[in-house]
């Protein structure tokens, strides 16, 4: 359903006297990815590792240097007079529900809005909409004449996802949807995005920085690195055997009950050199990862290993591979 081959995006940055320094800086560095109807793809990664960008891309709320996005088999760049379209089949749902949620407007003109704007729905038929949808995120008849205000961080989060779903979209992007949640209200709303997705044949891109997040809800996942994918396949295999060196510094770095494999993953995160993610603006040559690497070799300095599968549906970018 939605194809992403060797996308670029590249932010222009002028720097000095009169801007007369210029560099890009690749936050998106040739990531290609698949996702199919009812299925759930998990980006991870640090902050600063593209993640979010590869969503603000899809949504083209950022320009693409190249590669190529399609959706059914169309290129978004070549959409034109088709974006209404686009914009019901694929929704986003962030990480602060403010930034959707007028905050002067109550929650049916909110959920309803995209109704009115796509489907020309108003008055009762709209609100009779609004209310089934506000039934199906768990929310009540009543709670459409409140302002977001009223609302918890989890009550405010269905209101988005409601309006979400309102257009019966093929995909929606889940960008650090639930990052700012509690752990309970988390659950809550992982479990409604699961429902949902059985439900509507939903498609998630589900981003985020917990791995421990992302494997509840994901059938695949993407670790992500300074713009690049260094490991993806089946979220059970990425989650139970990482190959690459991050993904098991990510994975050594989620709490488990079992003390014995807690004090095993403590001891692999000791073997980390104590250093920053680095910067984007000046990322290192050679393997992204090589300077917090612990099993970095000399050729991982100067040589960008290239993405290979090492088993079935699952690719792995590191030297190590060979
Ligand atoms: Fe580590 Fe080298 Fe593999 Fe990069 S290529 S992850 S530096 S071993």
Redesign the pocket.
């Known amino acids: 359903m939605l194809t992403v081959e060797d996308l670029r995006v590249y932010f222009h940055v002028k720097r000095g006297l009169m801007g007369r320094r210029s560099y890009d800086v690749r936050a998106v560095d040739g990531v290609s990815f698949g996702l199919a109807h009812g299925q759930t793809l998990g980006l991870v990664g640090e902050s600063g590792s593209g993640k979010s960008t590869i969503g603000r891309a899809l949504l083209r709320l950022v320009g693409i240097h190249s590669g190529t996005i399609q959706l059914n088999g169309t290129d978004v760049r070549e959409l034109r007079g088709r974006m209404l379209d686009f914009r019901r089949d694929l929704q986003a749902i962030f990480q602060d529900p403010y930034s959707l949620l007028n905050p002067s407007m109550i929650v049916a003109d909110i959920v309803g809005e995209p109704l009115t704007i796509h489907y020309g729905l108003k008055g009762r038929q709209r609100d009779e909409r609004v209310a089934q949808l506000l039934d199906q995120v768990g929310l009540a008849t009543y709670h459409m004449e409140r302002y977001p205000s009223e609302f918890s961080g989890g009550q405010r989060q269905r209101i988005a996802v409601a309006r979400a779903i309102a257009l019966e979209p093929q995909i929606i992007i889940c960008d650090e949807a639930i990052s700012a949640l509690d752990v309970s209200t988390q659950s809550q709303v992982i479990n409604l995005l699961k429902e949902l997705q059985e439900r509507l044949g939903l498609a998630y891109l589900f981003i985020a920085h917990d791995l421990a997040v992302v494997r509840h809800i994901s059938d695949q996942i993407a670790v992500l690195y300074l713009g690049r994918i ?1 490991e993806m396949g089946p979220a059970e295999l990425i989650c139970s055997a990482p190959r ?3 993904t098991q510094l990510l994975i050594s770095a989620i709490p488990v009950a079992d003390p014995i494999e807690q004090k095993k993953r403590k001891a692999a995160r000791s073997q980390l050199p104590p250093s920053e993610l680095p910067s984007a603006t000046n990322p290192p040559d050679g ?1 992204p ?2 300077t917090r ?1 612990p ?3 000399s ?2 300095r100067n040589e960008v ?1 290239l993405p290979r599968q090492v088993r079935p549906g699952e690719i792995v970018a ?3 591979i060979d």
Do not use: E, T
């Open positions: 260094m690459h060196p991050y393997c990862f090589h690497c099993q970095a070799v050729r991982c290993p590191c030297h190590l």
